[in-house]
């Protein structure tokens, strides 16, 4: 069992992350062995991960991530990389400077057009 952060402020996402933890080392031969269930694939990679990029907290610009979804073990490792993802945002989301810090992985950046003559 691995400690994502801090749980003092984190309890509850933190208790996800490590019974679905728990969960994956106890059954991982089992779990590699069936399929991934086709909602798991549609959510994890072909549906539209707007929001699931936007919650992430580690991401950076351009560097969206299409989670392996090959079997059963693939799901529950996504969905707990997703509960370290929670704590991970519940920290960020506590911290003071948070509403001044915080970026959208979708923003474009603003191109400096100061050199550009408009005719």
């Known amino acids: 069992m691995m400690s994502v952060l ?3 402020k984190n309890p509850i996402e933190q208790h996800a992350y490590d019974t679905y933890d728990k969960f994956l080392a106890a059954n991982e031969a089992t779990l ?3 399929l991934a269930p086709e909602i798991a694939i549609r959510y994890y990679r072909d549906g539209d ?4 990029e936007e919650m992430q907290t580690t991401i950076t610009q351009f560097e ?4 392996a979804v090959d079997n059963l073990y693939d799901v529950f ?3 707990r990389d997703d509960e370290a993802e929670h704590v991970k945002t519940m920290v ?6 948070a509403r001044l810090t915080f970026k959208s992985p979708h923003e474009i950046p603003l191109l400096v057009t100061a050199n550009l003559e408009v005719k």
């Open 6 to 8: 801090s749980t003092e």
């Open 64 to 67: 969206f991530r299409r989670p």
């Open 92 to 97: 960020a989301c506590q911290q003071p400077e």
């Open 49 to 52: 991960l707007y929001m699931f």
């Open 77 to 79: 490792v996504n969905i």
């Open 32 to 34: 590699k062995a069936q």
